[in-house]
C-alpha cells in the first residue's frame, strides 16, 4: 500500500495517474508470503485494491505534488541522532506544512491518540529541523477506512518534553537500562539479542537442539515437563472444585457442619466478610474530623492516575521520576509455540 501511494504522489506534474495505473503499481509492490493461504492472501489483496479506488477518488480531484516522499531524516537532539522516514509531506497554501503518515492500524485512532502520538511529534521536529517552515497540519492517515485524522501541531511545551523524553531514553540506553518489553509485533530484526527469543539461538554442540543443562535437567525438558504438570494442575483443581461443591451442597441440604471419610474429616462453615461502605463512613467520620485518620496510600489508585489521559503530562512525569522497586518477585507463563497462552 504504502509503496503503491508513493509511487501515485511521484509523478512529475499532475494529474493523477489513472486508477489502472495505481493498481499497477500496487500489482508491481505485491509481496506475496506470510498468508496462511492463497485465498487469504486474494482476500487481502481485493481489500487493499477497493481502498486504493476509494483513495484515488478522493484525492485526484485536488491532486497536489507533495514536497516529499518516503523522506529519510536525520533528528539531532543535542547530539542524539535519530534516523526515520516520513510518508509525505505536502506545503499549504499558507506556507507550512502538512505531514502525513500512511496507517493500515485495524481501528480509527482517537482525539487522544492522535494528541499523544510521539511519532508525529518526532516528525514535526524533523520536518521544521529539515525545511525551516512551521509544521501546521499532522495527519495520521488511517488507510482502510480513507479517514485523515489530522490534529493541531505541538506547541513548543510538548516539543520540549519530546526532546527531554528522547534524552532521557538516551541516557538509559547508555547507562545499560533498557528492558525488552514485548509487543505484538515481536520478534524483532534482533531475536537473537532479544531475553524472549534468544533461547531459541542458543545451540551447544553436542546437542544442537537447545538442551543445555538446567541444574539436573535439560532445559528444553525442564519446559515440557513444567508444562506437563501445569495441565495436570488443572485439572486436578477442576475436580477439587466440583469435589468442593458437592461437599458444601450436602453439608447445606443436610444442615451438617461436619462430614466424614475413612480417615479424614471435613468441617463446613459459612464464613461472612464484613466491611463498611466508604460514603457511609465518611457521613459520620467526616463531621468529627476524623475521616482523615481511615484514609490510606493506595498504590492501584496512583498508576490508575498515570495512565489517566486526563492527568496533566508533568504531573505523570514527576509522579514517574519518584517510582522505585519496592519488591521483587519471579514468574513464569507458559505458552504454545503459536502465542497461545495457557
Ligand atoms: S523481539 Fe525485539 S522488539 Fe520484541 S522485545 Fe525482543 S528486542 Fe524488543
Redesign the pocket.
Known sequence: MHNALERFFKVRTPPAPSLEELLQFYEQGWVSGGYESPEEEARYKEYGREILKRFREIHAPDFRLPIALERRFNLDIEGIKLIGFIDRVDKLDSGGLSIIDYKTNQELFTSDYLENDLQLTIYQMAAEQTWNLPVEKLTLYHLRSNTACTCAPRDEKRIDQARQLVLDVAENINQGNFP????EF???D??EH?P??RHQYIKTEEQPDRQEQLPGIAAADAVERYAEIQSQIKELEAELEEIKQSIIDYCQAEGLNRVYGSEHDISYKLTQRTGFSGDEVKSVLEPEGLWEKVLGFDQALVRKLMEDRSTPAEIKKKLETLKKITSTYTSLRLRQHDGEEE
Do not use: K, L, R
Open positions: 525488552a518489553t514485548e509487543h515481536c520478534p524483532c534482533f531475536p532479544c524472549y527469543y
